[in-house]
T-cell receptor
Framework: DQQVKQNSPSLSVQEGRISILNCDYT??????FLWYKKYPAEGPTFLIS?????DKNEDGRFTVFLNKSAKHLSLHIVPSQPGDSAVYFC???????????FGSGTKLNVKP | DVKVTQSSRYLVKRTGEKVFLECVQD?????MFWYRQDPGLGLRLIYF???????EKGDIPEGYSVSREKKERFSLILESASTNQTSMYLC???????????FGPGTRLLVL
């Protein structure tokens, strides 16, 4: 049973607009969350993290929001650029555990 | 910058062959991981190691074994390769804190 779900396999956005990628989880013990970007035939690149003691974390164009009561996190990319076109994975782990559970990924296409 | 390297980017092997995939990290990370990525399934954990000579099964360990003789090196072994092990294999490493995992470029393995 998947503990981390990304229910949208794909998303298409116009350049300059906001991209919102969503992730849901079922395990209330998860306390640390990561987002990765992956290009074809390359390894995932770490983008941004958030701890459960926060509800928002920003890094440049990337912002992650965490809603613990809804067990939901989202990644906002503003403004979206064609180079952001990639597969995005969210991942979650429990306190003091190094094992992460990954979602199935969302393929983002940013159109020029 | 964290650097995780994998011995091969592409490999083609025959059914029944023994296959070795090597991963090296240069940041003195305690933890190392092997995943496989398949379309629509995200990243699935095969094995991980939290110390030299220590290993833990992940979610899909069947048909695989691992070896960690030195802190910086983590090897994945396919004892007798089968066609259903054709996949993208990803190695990652992390500290205990923060738990962010850093990935290598991946090895695309084709078993014929």
């Amino acid at each position: 049973d998947q503990q981390v779900k990304q229910n949208s396999p794909s998303l298409s956005v116009q350049e300059g607009r906001i991209s919102i990628l969503n992730c849901d989880y079922t395990n209330s013990m998860f306390d640390y969350f990561l987002w990765y970007k992956k290009y074809p035939a390359e390894g995932p690149t770490f983008l941004i993290s958030i701890s459960s003691i926060k509800d928002k974390n920003e890094d440049g164009r990337f912002t992650v929001f965490l809603n613990k009561s809804a067990k939901h996190l989202s990644l906002h990319i503003v403004p979206s650029q064609p180079g952001d076109s990639a597969v995005y994975f969210c991942a979650a782990s429990e306190y003091n555990f190094n094992k992460f559970y990954f979602g199935s990924g969302t393929k983002l296409n940013v159109k020029p | 910058d964290v650097k995780v390297t994998q011995s091969s980017r592409y490999l083609v092997k025959r059914t029944g062959e023994k296959v070795f995939l090597e991963c090296v990290q240069d940041m003195d990370h305690e933890n190392m991981f092997w995943y496989r990525q398949d379309p629509g399934l995200g990243l699935r954990l095969i094995y991980f190691s939290y110390d030299v000579k220590m290993k833990e099964k992940g979610d899909i360990p069947e048909g695989y074994s691992v070896s960690r003789e030195k802190k910086e090196r983590f090897s994945l072994i396919l004892e007798s390769a089968s066609t259903n092990q054709t996949s993208m294999y990803l190695c990652a490493s992390s500290l205990n804190s923060p738990r962010t995992q850093y990935f290598g470029p991946g090895t695309r393995l084709l078993v014929l």
